[in-house]
């Protein structure tokens, strides 16, 4: 059965949380491979969460794995089991690779050095300029956000929003459709006719089993965010009206629109925490440049124009 969701790409969430747990998986640093891999029998990090052959992720690695994380992001893999358990499997296979890799010699390749330096200088190079380019606890102050908020305020308009419920029926077989778009379109009549009852009669048909319990209710949500065929019925219905039947690929639709709110400027407390960040992290680039040129300032600096040119040709 298709998706009966209302929001373009909804759904996708699970996918993207897999993939945030893998992509962030620690090892993945190329520096992180000068270390050997750990052994079964010197389980320093505590009880074993996975194993494979020799190799192990014990409970301090996980906590540490999280611990690294958004906090948004390790709240939606505490309650995703499938995407830990993926991560665990993908890190396993990595640290068994490692293992052959080491019994090889392949850390000890010319060209494995040289990357591992090359990683390494990088990596303290970034740690170092954040050392010495923070920025002052204070900043930005209360005029200086002010200043940066008015400066930017066309770009702190949030688009519609709308809040929709739904009554969703699914077509699984094209020789059903039309009756399927009876139903939908007798479920439309009576919802028009007490569009008080619209929430009973999606807890009872709605097939749409993330917002039936709800009544049909899917949250507020920006209106071009829909998929297009729903987007245009909402667009035409005032709060409180119920829709025809709408059709799109996954079935037929019965919409009712519960609440709107119009594109507006989001306030300066609204964006506070967002703006600050903003400012701090452009502040910070802003230090750390004029570090770099004071150290080419306060250098004896000379270029070979001869010895470059060898270098071009």
Same mark, same amino acid.
């Given at each position: 059965?298709k998706?009966?969701?209302?929001?373009?790409?909804?759904?996708?969430?699970?996918?993207?949380?897999?993939?945030?747990?893998?992509?962030?998986?620690?090892?993945?640093?190329?520096?992180?491979?000068?270390?050997?891999?750990?052994?079964?029998?010197?389980?320093?990090?505590?009880?074993?969460?996975?194993?494979l052959?020799?190799?192990?992720?014990?409970?301090?690695?996980?906590?540490?794995?999280?611990?690294?994380?958004?906090?948004?992001?390790?709240?939606q893999?505490?309650?995703?089991?499938?995407?830990?358990?993926?991560?665990?499997?993908?890190?396993?296979?990595?640290?068994?690779?490692?293992?052959?890799?080491?019994?090889?010699?392949?850390?000890?390749?010319p060209?494995v050095?040289?990357?591992?330096?090359?990683?390494?200088e990088?990596?303290?190079?970034?740690?170092?300029?954040?050392?010495?380019?923070?920025?002052?606890?204070?900043?930005?102050?209360?005029?200086?956000?002010?200043?940066?908020?008015?400066?930017?305020?066309?770009?702190?308009?949030?688009?519609?929003?709308?809040?929709?419920?739904?009554?969703f #029926?699914a077509?699984?077989?094209?020789?059903?459709? *039309? !009756?399927? $778009?009876? =139903?939908? %379109?007798?479920?439309?009549? &009576? /919802?028009?006719?007490?569009?008080?009852?619209?929430a009973?009669?999606a807890?009872?048909y709605?097939?749409?089993?993330?917002?039936?319990?709800?009544?049909?209710?899917?949250?507020?949500?920006?209106?071009?965010?829909?998929?297009?065929?729903?987007?245009?019925?909402?667009a035409?219905?005032?709060?409180?009206?119920?829709?025809?039947?709408?059709q799109?690929?996954?079935?037929?639709?019965?919409?009712?629109?519960?609440?709107?709110?119009?594109?507006r400027?989001?306030? #300066?407390?609204?964006?506070?925490?967002?703006?600050? *960040? !903003?400012? $701090?992290? =452009?502040? %910070?680039e802003?230090?750390? &440049? /004029?570090?770099?040129?004071?150290?080419?300032?306060?250098?004896?600096?000379?270029?070979?124009g001869?010895?470059l040119?060898?270098?071009?040709?």
């Amino acid at each position: 059965m298709k998706k009966p969701t209302l929001m373009v790409g909804a759904g996708a969430l699970a996918l993207l949380v897999v993939a945030v747990g893998l992509s962030l998986r620690p090892g993945s640093d190329p520096v992180a491979a000068q270390q050997p891999a750990p052994v079964l029998t010197t389980p320093a990090g505590g009880p074993a969460v996975a194993r494979l052959g020799n190799q192990q992720i014990d409970l301090t690695e996980m906590q540490s794995v999280l611990a690294s994380l958004p906090a948004e992001t390790r709240e939606q893999l505490r309650g995703n089991r499938g995407a830990l358990e993926t991560w665990l499997r993908s890190r396993l296979a990595q640290k068994a690779v490692l293992e052959q890799a080491d019994a090889q010699g392949w850390r000890q390749r010319p060209e494995v050095q040289q990357q591992t330096r090359a990683a390494t200088e990088q990596i303290v190079f970034r740690d170092y300029m954040l050392s010495v380019s923070q920025v002052p606890a204070g900043y930005p102050s209360t005029a200086e956000l002010q200043q940066a908020y008015d400066a930017g305020k066309a770009q702190w308009v949030t688009p519609p929003m709308v809040r929709v419920s739904q009554i969703f #029926l699914a077509v699984n077989d094209p020789q059903s459709a *039309e !009756a399927v $778009r009876r =139903q939908a %379109q007798e479920l439309s009549r &009576k /919802a028009q006719a007490t569009p008080g009852d619209f929430a009973a009669l999606a807890t009872q048909y709605s097939q749409d089993p993330n917002t039936a319990s709800r009544g049909g209710d899917s949250g507020m949500q920006p209106l071009q965010q829909l998929v297009p065929q729903v987007r245009e019925a909402v667009a035409r219905l005032k709060v409180g009206g119920v829709s025809e039947v709408v059709q799109s690929a996954a079935g037929f639709h019965v919409l009712k629109l519960t609440a709107q709110q119009p594109a507006r400027t989001a306030t #300066l407390d609204e964006l506070r925490a967002r703006l600050t *960040e !903003a400012l $701090r992290s =452009q502040r %910070q680039e802003q230090i750390a &440049k /004029a570090y770099l040129e004071g150290m080419l300032n306060t250098a004896t600096l000379s270029i070979d124009g001869a010895e470059l040119n060898k270098v071009l040709e």
